[in-house]
């Protein structure tokens, strides 16, 4: 008695999932369509990356000294002085070039793009306390870490537009083999 | 006496290759008298459990026999005497959640990789994430931008693919002038192999409506790094997905729940875990992952970036590194072989340092870019010997010696390493790694070795 019961409800609720299915089904039978839209605005609040021709970048600015300050008070501890490492990766100061016996790779001698350094700082560092910088605190961790690497200087300031204009030194130093076996196939 | 005279008959008879590789056919004989392997931890131990238990312990009256036994367990846990088949962590000193932990896999059999035991590779630590909270965006270059709940993706028509994951650091100790002497999975198991069930990513780009432009997808986490690659969009439409389920149950937090892009056979940074944002672009964002780290520096000073898909390999597991051979006589060699560009077509064993090559039975079946078993009897002699394995996909690619990576690719690539490892058995049993043409160098476990994984 009791089993037939529950099975009748199962058996109803079977069929009113079809029925939903149904009706939310879209221009495509196959494909569920269960997306919700959403606005430019709240898109905004989730994309944070950032491109070397400078897209994402947002508006702000930072200088050298501000970075020095923010560098000795959130990164120093990890990084060490002057961006030369400590526990964690080196971010300046490459003596030996990429085609030596020891090679070094830092910001300096191996990054392509001086927009990825404002990327991953803003989303990921301090690792204590990741996406705490303001926009202009990584305007100007960007800058000193530039300026560590001999890439800018001192009074230089960074912003959407400069930093965008950065050019690297190793910019030409990659082989982007994905593309290079696509034309080859 | 009667024993060698046995030894010798089975070899004349099976031998296939060099220094007592034998016939594979040989496991299905019967009546065979494989000797054991153990590592030497676990040796020392059934040691002293057997002296202490002998006395009054009969097994053909086992004591759980006599009572009755445990309650059932609404979760599963391995029993209590494979306390040490464990991950090997190896984290930041001071970013404790950055860094690794490594499969065991000289400890495992098979094909799949228990959800407990597949590997680890976080940035800043593993997101507890409520699912109910979390959201997928799918945005940019699409006709209609969208946002998805895990409620939403699961009412979805799924696929199942058995895949495996590995790291592009996966075995980047091999770059290291010294054989870094550590069990074979603690350098070489940055290499997973799951069943992974959830949504073709195909189907949600279709319902966004990919505009001509796209040209790549950017798929970003909800960790504390806020890991983010960009992927091209024929890997997105051909044959990516968003897992939901590993091995049949939902994912693990520490591979990516509630949701992970899977990208077959390609470098596991790219199968990016706690995915929340897909961005459609016509380039690559230049990510620092893609940029500063799993790009290869060659010994022109140039470096090869977008190097995706992981190149065959293998691996053998037993008899491997730290294990012990108690005597001479009959073993299974066996181990692991992959490759991110399809099945493995075959793998061959050699027991006399690349002299002499036979091939290994492949488990069956065998599966597109998954961990596929091999195996091959091996009649060890008592000698010092070097056992080695060699993968080749169904594209016809061999994996390389290692110094014939090495002169392709010099040793400051630190990614993609997939060369041959050997493991040298001593007169004594004992297994260590070893390099070709350098059978000096081993012995070495004190020398700190760089075995980093970024």
Redesign the interface.
């Known amino acids: 008695m009791k089993m037939m019961k529950r099975q009748k409800i199962i058996l109803t609720s079977v069929l009113i999932a079809v029925g939903i299915n149904s009706l939310y089904a879209?221009p495509?039978q196959?494909?569920?369509?269960?997306?919700?839209?959403?606005s430019?605005e709240e898109?905004k609040k989730?994309?944070?990356?950032?491109?070397?021709d400078g897209e994402g970048l947002p508006d702000g600015k930072g200088n050298v000294v501000e970075g020095e300050k923010l560098y000795q008070e959130k990164c120093i501890?990890?990084h060490g002085e002057n961006g030369l490492g400590a526990?964690?990766d080196q971010l300046a100061g490459a003596q030996m070039?990429?085609?030596s016996e020891y090679?070094e790779?830092t910001?300096g001698s191996?990054?392509?793009?001086a927009?990825?350094i404002f990327?991953?700082v803003r989303?990921?560092m301090p690792?204590?306390a990741?996406?705490s910088l303001t926009n202009n605190e990584t305007y100007a961790l960007t800058a000193y870490l530039l300026y560590l690497n001999n890439i800018i200087s001192k009074d230089d300031v960074m912003n959407a537009s400069t930093l965008a204009k950065v050019k690297m030194p190793n910019e030409d130093?990659?082989?982007?083999?994905?593309?290079e076996e696509k034309s080859k196939k | 006496m009667s024993q060698d005279r046995d030894d010798d008959l089975l070899l004349k008879k099976n031998q296939v290759a060099g220094n007592g590789l034998l016939d594979r056919r040989l496991f299905l004989k019967k009546g065979l008298q494989f000797s054991a392997i153990s590592t030497l931890v676990s040796t020392a131990t059934l040691a002293s459990a057997t002296a202490e238990t002998k006395k009054e312990f009969d097994p053909a009256n086992p004591t759980w026999m006599k009572q009755p036994g445990k309650a059932f367990s609404p979760y599963g846990l391995p029993s209590e005497f494979e306390d040490d088949v464990l991950r090997y962590p190896s984290p930041?000193?001071?970013?404790t959640g950055?860094g690794v932990s490594w499969t065991p896999l000289h400890k495992m059999e098979g094909t799949i990789t228990p959800n407990g035991l597949h590997y680890e590779r976080h940035?800043?630590g593993v997101p507890q994430i409520d699912p109910k909270q979390h959201r997928l965006?799918?945005?940019g270059l699409v006709k209609?931008?969208?946002?998805?709940?895990i409620d939403?993706?699961l009412?979805?028509?799924m696929q199942s693919k058995t895949c495996f994951i590995e790291c592009g650091g996966n075995s980047n100790a091999g770059w290291n002038s010294q054989p870094h002497q550590a069990e074979a999975g603690y350098f070489n198991g940055m290499v997973s192999c799951c069943e992974w069930t959830g949504v073709p990513l195909s189907?949600?780009l279709?319902?966004?409506g990919l505009r001509k432009n796209a040209k790549w997808i950017?798929a970003?986490g909800a960790d504390?790094?806020?890991m983010?690659m960009s992927i091209?969009i024929e890997k997105a439409m051909d044959d990516a997905f968003l897992a939901l389920y590993q091995n049949g149950e939902r994912i693990r937090p520490e591979n990516g729940y509630p949701l992970r892009l899977i990208v077959p056979g390609w470098e596991g940074v790219l199968n990016v875990k706690w995915l929340?944002?897909l961005?459609v672009?016509n380039?690559p964002?230049?990510?620092?992952n893609e940029?500063?780290k799993y790009?290869e520096?060659?010994?022109?000073?140039?470096?090869?970036?977008?190097?995706?898909p992981m190149e065959a390999k293998s691996l053998i597991t037993s008899p491997s590194a730290h294990m012990l051979l108690k005597e001479k006589g009959l073993y299974q060699i066996t181990g692991l072989a992959w490759s991110g560009r399809g099945k493995i077509s075959k793998v061959d064993v050699s027991a006399d340092g690349g002299k002499t090559w036979a091939e290994a039975e492949l488990q069956q079946p065998v599966l597109d870019r998954s961990l596929t078993r091999f195996r091959l009897p091996w009649q060890w002699n008592g000698k010092q010997s070097v056992i080695m394995s060699r993968a080749t996909d169904e594209t016809g690619y061999v994996q390389p010696d290692r110094n014939k990576l090495i002169k392709e690719r010099g040793k400051?690539g630190f990614f993609h390493y997939n060369a041959i490892t050997r493991w040298q058995i001593d007169t004594d049993g004992f297994v260590s790694h070893i390099y070709e043409n350098d059978e000096t160098t081993k012995n070495n476990s004190d020398i700190s070795i760089d075995s980093g994984w970024d």
């Open positions: 879209g495509n196959d494909s569920p369509h269960l997306g919700h839209t959403i430019p898109i989730w994309d944070i990356s950032v491109f070397p501890a990890c526990s964690s070039g990429l085609s090679p790779q910001i191996y990054w392509p793009y927009t990825t990327d991953v989303r990921s690792m204590t990741p996406g130093g990659f082989i982007n083999v994905y593309e | 930041n000193e001071v970013v950055n940035h800043n965006l799918i945005h209609n931008d969208l946002i998805f709940s939403d993706l009412r979805y028509p189907v949600l279709n319902e966004v950017i970003e504390a790094f806020a983010q091209p929340r944002r961005k672009t380039r964002v230049m990510a620092r940029t500063s790009t520096l060659q010994p022109s000073g140039k470096s090869r970036m977008f190097t995706f400051h």
